[in-house]
Nanobody
């Protein structure tokens, strides 16, 4: 049973920083891709940042240079460091995981490639 639990969301001022965490349990395959997605009210989830087990990463153009995705394999935890936050970054943030066959390569930032999702953590920027 795969479970993803996000944390670290909150309310920050314009220009502030947050670090999101996603603790993963139940994933037994050594290969994977994991990603961060965000969703605005009434909109579809959009890819923010993602990585593959081999270290390959991808970022949405809107967050390049401001956000950084990383992982701690010893803790099975994915992170998203968000700096220089803007009001338009305010959204619900989700993490997701699946096998590279579904979400690897050019599909890293496509939500349709992921089957397992967390419940999300809210980010507010004012």
């Amino acid at each position: 049973h795969v479970q993803l639990v996000e944390s670290g969301g909150g309310s920050v001022q314009d220009g502030g920083s947050l670090r999101l965490s996603c603790a993963a349990t139940g994933w037994t395959d050594r290969s994977y891709c994991m990603g961060w997605f965000r969703q605005y009210p009434g909109k579809a989830r959009e890819g923010v940042a993602a990585l593959e087990f081999d270290g390959t990463t991808d970022y949405a153009d809107a967050v390049k240079g401001r956000f950084a995705i990383s992982e701690d394999k010893t803790k099975n935890t994915l992170y998203l460091q968000m700096d220089s936050l803007r009001p338009e970054d305010a959204a619900m943030y989700f993490c997701a995981i699946d096998t590279p066959l579904c979400c690897g390569g050019n599909w890293l930032l496509l939500s349709a490639g992921y089957k397992y999702w967390g419940q999300g953590t809210q980010v507010t920027v004012s």
